[in-house]
């Protein structure tokens, strides 16, 4: 790892990618265990991981390096170390540069196994130019210092979940009813955001975020983990320094799946990213 | 084409595909021209026709027959005619199935042209039980014959959108202000749909369904077409027969895209599929 990365944060360490000598359009990266919830690795770290990948493929030929739509379907679940990713360039438009990309692991024989596979459409948010005619409204929560730190889980349930200590996660007060035997039954859970090392948000960092809430199926009563098969994040704008606000809520949790939609909000009230995860509902413990 | 396929529906004709001589897990169709929608053929109905070939080349396995999740990237605009879908199993699961698909054309010199490019999870939706919590309400609509036949639309639109002579599509009154030159402003429009030769609806026909309205722009006072970049569905339950409701939303224009979101629920009232696309907002004429 070069120096520049040592010194870099948390993300930039955890998303950190490098060309595989001798092995065109593969990138290396390693997993760290820091990035762990619910028994694997964070779905939207890996994410920025191949996201990350992709963009140093693409993004030479026409300058387009933020993801304005990205798929992940989730094959097998991700440990801490090395991984592999094999990317594609499908087509390099004027606006549009569309890739694909495969995080891949090595088994105990050193045979690969496919952890994520991942098609993407890059553009530059800088030329995401035209009016804003957002009608959805940012989430109303109280001022971070009013909000419930994930840091106060009981420490049994920290200790499966290491990826909140590299967040800074401030529930809405109203969204933590589930953590006190009161869950609200709306199926919505929202708060407010930001890296806990400090670094800014940029687009590669909308995509831990749109994963980093607690599983909306917790404001239903119902615990256990909600391994996700598919995620697509829609990158809007370039988010602005600080708090991001961060909403997720299901309306359609039905037949062993449910979808998990996030919305992400800036500081300057933009609504930078748009998701939507169909994930398996978790069975009675 | 076999007999069976020729008395067969419009939409089984629209969306066949036979094995490819010679070279496995690739798949032949036939674009026809009947589907075309602003200028291109209709993306619900291309990925319906690759989701097809990625049922035949996957199901086998396990029995994993709808997919659960589907996602297409829209590289570059199809037309009628010959299509190649070559597909790749990427992992066969105990209750899920992961695949991807590459639909192509070829060129006046015979080269290959991607059109769209595919992944999917499939699964079996008969299998998909589990409570039904859904909180999500259908559109409450007039019955279908006090509402807005699409073919009832100035024969200078019909000339350019033959799809909608294979859809029964009656729009709610209030969602075709645009029509009237009166745009709610709101960026809903929903309505009743079925297939115009009374084919009952099914997984793959969803996945017409759920862009098969009215771009959601011309309720925002935009009209022109606008070109998908990607859409992802999420088939939830195999629908009853009869009328489909559909109903599109966008609550994100902003920077030259959009977002725009499609339910479909079915006559016994469970929301059956929900899908995102990102599109382009038209340009001013």
Known sequence: MTAAVEQASEFDRGTAVTPSAGHPSVYDAVLDGGWRIGGGINGGLLLAVAANALRQELAPA????????????????????????????????????T????MLQ????GKPVERLRVLASYGDLDKAVGEVRTSATPPQLPPPDQCVSSRLAPPDFLDQAALLERLDLRLDPRSV?????????????????RLA???????????LAVDALPPVTFDLGLFGWTPTLELT?????????????????????????LEEDAEVWDSAGRLV?????????????
Chains 1, 2 share one sequence.
């Open 99 to 102: 890739g694909a990309a495969t």
């Open 273 to 285: 990213a748009q998701s939507r995860q169909l994930a398996v509902v978790p069975r009675p413990a």
């Open 62 to 97: 026409n300058g387009h390096t933020d993801p304005l739509s990205i798929s992940a379907y989730y094959v097998s679940p991700a440990r801490q170390g090395a991984a592999e990713i094999r990317t594609e360039a499908i087509r390099s438009g004027r606006t549009v540069t």
């Open 177 to 193: 009813g589930w953590a006190l035997g009161e869950p609200s039954g709306e199926g919505r859970i929202q708060g407010w955001l």
């Open 106 to 109: 090595r088994d105990e024989d």
């Open 197 to 207: 090392d400090g670094r800014e948000p940029d687009p590669l960092m909308l995509l």
């Open 233 to 257: 994040v829609h990158l809007r704008s370039r988010p602005a320094p600080g708090w991001l606000r961060v909403v997720h809520s299901t309306r359609n949790l039905a037949g062993g799946f």
